[in-house]
């Protein structure tokens, strides 16, 4: 027997392909940490303690919540269908040095889109990035450079670094498709507008590397993906 909620959802979904709609749900989910949440590990500040040891420096590469959330886990559709490219930030993105530390700590970018290297520091920095498919860059960025611009064409998962501070280090996500979100401190997400359909969901961790787990999207609202990492 229909409810009022199912025949709702039913008119929905016809009045959607009469109208030539692309039916497209959202993959809301939590990403969680088993086991015991490790103690992030303070780093010890070598250079320009003037501006660097200002704030207390941790290691941000495994960031568990009180309820084991993990942070800054990006998840992204990994065999989306329907061609669609990332579009370009409404603000341009940045890779801030502020503080001799990358903020933010890990970031999804579109791919091909120019994004902004900022030194907030007045002091040297060198930022080197680790690209998988892009072209690598080595730049040194004086206090008189507040502002480089950057580019990564492909898709991409890029560690940064700052030949200059060695702790610093971040992640730029270099995002192909649409279909990506990152973890807040809770470690939840939401992927919104999915095209209805199958695919392979897949979540990566800088410390905990790549897994994944099969979905489908319903036509009209979400489904729920609960994630989660093996404690190591």
């Known amino acids: 027997m229909n409810t009022p909620r199912t025949t709702a959802a039913l008119v929905a979904v016809v009045a959607a392909l009469a109208a030539g709609e692309v039916l497209a749900g959202d993959i809301v989910g939590k990403v969680k940490y088993a086991g015991t949440p490790p103690v992030p590990a303070k780093i010890q500040v070598t250079k320009d303690q003037a501006v660097c040891g200002k704030a207390e420096h941790v290691d941000e590469s495994l960031i568990v919540g009180a309820d084991k959330g993990l942070r800054n886990v990006v998840v ?8 669609k490219k990332m579009p370009p930030a409404a603000k341009k993105p940045e890779i801030d040095q502020n503080g001799c530390k990358f903020i933010p700590h890990v970031q999804i970018v579109p791919a091909g889109q120019e994004i902004d290297i900022v030194n907030d520091d007045g002091i040297l920095h060198n930022i080197h990035t680790f690209p998988k498919t892009n072209t ?20 991409d998962v890029v560690q ?14 270099v995002a192909g498709h649409p279909y990506y ?5 809770a470690g939840n997400f939401k992927i919104s507008d999915v095209p209805a359909g ?8 800088e410390k905990l590397g790549k897994q994944t787990k099969p979905i489908t999207v319903p036509a009209t609202g979400s489904v729920t993906a609960d994630l989660e990492y093996a404690a190591k």
């Open 198 to 205: 199958s695919y392979t969901l897949e979540y990566w961790q």
């Open 160 to 173: 940064i670094k700052c030949d200059v501070h060695s702790w610093m280090q971040g992640w730029v996500i």
């Open 181 to 185: 979100a990152l973890t807040d401190a």
């Open 136 to 155: 690598p860059f080595n730049k040194a960025q004086p206090k008189f450079k507040k502002v480089m611009p950057g580019n990564f064409e492909k898709p």
């Open 76 to 83: 992204d559709i990994a065999d989306p269908k329907d061609g």
